[in-house]
C-alpha cells in the first residue's frame, strides 16, 4: 500500500508563485514514477508533470511547460511542484499519483491517488 499526501494549495493573484508537496509513504517496491494532475471545475482530470523515481526523467503538459518544474527529495520521500506564471487557467484542485502501469501521462494507469489539494488563480 502506498499512501501521498498533498499540501501547499492556496489562493495566489496571477503571475504569483506556489509549491506543492507530495509525500509518498509506504511500501517502496514498484513505485515508478510520481504525476500531478489537475482538475478544473466542471472538467475532466488532466496530466500536469511526471518525474520517474529512478533516473529523475520529467515530463510536462505543453500549457506548463516553462512555468512548472516538478522535482523530488529522496531523503524526504516527497515530489514538489514549483508553479510560477500563474495564470487564472490554472485554477484546479490539484492531485498527486504513484505507480503507474504505463503511459505517465494517463490518470487511469496510476494505482494510487493523494486527496488533492485546491490552487486558486484569480485577481
Known amino acids: 500500500q502506498v499512501q501521498l499526501v498533498e499540501s501547499g494549495g492556496g489562493f495566489v493573484q496571477p503571475g504569483g508563485s506556489l509549491r506543492l508537496s507530495c509525500t509518498v509513504s509506504?511500501?517502496?517496491?514498484?513505485?515508478?514514477?510520481v504525476a500531478w494532475f489537475r482538475q478544473p471545475p466542471g472538467k475532466d482530470r488532466e496530466f500536469v508533470a511526471a518525474?520517474?523515481?529512478?533516473?529523475?526523467?520529467?515530463y510536462y503538459a505543453d500549457s506548463v511547460k516553462g512555468r512548472f518544474t516538478i522535482s523530488r527529495d529522496f531523503a524526504k520521500n516527497t515530489v514538489y511542484l514549483q508553479m510560477n506564471s500563474l495564470k487564472p487557467e490554472d485554477t484546479a484542485a490539484y492531485y498527486c499519483?504513484?505507480?503507474?502501469?504505463?503511459?505517465?501521462?494517463?490518470?487511469?494507469?496510476?494505482?494510487?491517488w493523494g486527496q488533492g489539494t485546491q490552487v486558486t488563480v484569480s485577481s
Open positions: 518525474i520517474t523515481w529512478i533516473g529523475s526523467s520529467t
Open positions: 499519483a504513484a505507480e503507474t502501469r504505463g503511459n505517465l501521462r494517463l490518470a487511469g494507469e496510476y494505482a494510487y
Open positions: 509506504g511500501r517502496t517496491f514498484g513505485r515508478n514514477a
